[in-house]
Nanobody
Framework: QVQLVESGGGLVQPGGSLRLSCAVS????????IGWSRQAPGKEREDVIC???????WVEDSVKGRFSVFRDNLKNTVYLQMNSLKSDDTAVYYC??????????????WGVGTLVVVSS
């Protein structure tokens, strides 16, 4: 059974950093692309970043240079490292996969999300 469980959200001040985790079960994370999306209050969900099976990444323009994604293959976990956080980054963050090797905006499996609030 495919499961993705996010953790690590919380309250952080503007300019701060946070690392989110996506623990994967039911498949091997390194074999497929896994992405992070977010949904801010009152806004549509947007794709943020994705790591492919070969380790290459796609990064949305608004977070380039601030967000990065990487895997721990031993833990079967994907991480979202967020630096220089802004209030606009406040959202529920989700990890997801379509169990394909390339990044797509049409994901089939989703976690329940973790809330990130950037505020002073």
């Amino acid at each position: 059974q495919v499961q993705l469980v996010e953790s690590g959200g919380g309250l952080v001040q503007p300019g701060g950093s946070l690392r989110l985790s996506c623990a994967v079960s039911g498949f091997t994370a390194r074999d497929y692309a896994i992405g992070w999306s977010r949904q801010a209050p009152g806004k549509e969900r947007e794709d943020v970043i994705c790591i492919r099976d070969d380790g290459t990444t796609w990064v949305e323009d608004s977070v380039k240079g601030r967000f990065s994604v990487f895997r721990d293959n031993l833990k079967n976990t994907v991480y979202l490292q967020m630096n220089s956080l802004k209030s606009d980054d406040t959202a529920v963050y989700y990890c997801a996969t379509s169990k394909l090797t390339w990044c797509t905006d049409d994901m089939d499996y989703w976690g329940v999300g973790t809330l990130v609030v950037v505020s002073s």
